[in-house]
């Protein structure tokens, strides 16, 4: 692999999580409540607050995990 590859690679890397947090703005704006869901653990204290995603983290595994075999199945044709 050389090194225009490499670059290759990550420009459409770039470019694949710049599509994702434009596709996860318009979701949010749309009133999907990505990181509100059940199970989603919010922790609030005096002076700092912190969030733990646990099934948003699940959802978008089971999403990506879809997506990437259905984009792998087709490039096999």
Same mark, same amino acid.
Not at 4 to 24: T, Y
Not at 46 to 55: A, G, L, Y
């Given at each position: 692999?050389?090194?225009?590859?490499v @670059?290759? @690679?990550?420009?459409? %890397? /770039?470019?694949? !999580?710049?599509?994702?947090? /434009?596709? #996860?703005?318009?979701?949010?704006?749309? /009133? #999907?409540?990505? /990181?509100r869901?059940?199970?989603?653990?919010?922790?609030?204290?005096?002076?700092?607050? %912190?969030h733990?995603?646990i099934?948003?983290?699940?959802?978008?595994?089971?999403?990506?995990?879809v !997506?990437?075999? #259905?984009? #792998? @199945? !087709? !490039?096999r044709?």
């Amino acid at each position: 692999m050389d090194a225009a590859s490499v @670059w290759q @690679w990550i420009v459409v %890397f /770039g470019l694949g !999580l710049v599509v994702a947090a /434009g596709l #996860l703005s318009l979701l949010a704006k749309a /009133g #999907l409540p990505l /990181g509100r869901l059940p199970s989603d653990i919010p922790v609030a204290r005096e002076h700092s607050s %912190f969030h733990v995603p646990i099934v948003t983290c699940l959802v978008a595994s089971a999403v990506l995990t879809v !997506l990437l075999n #259905l984009v #792998l @199945w !087709l !490039l096999r044709k």
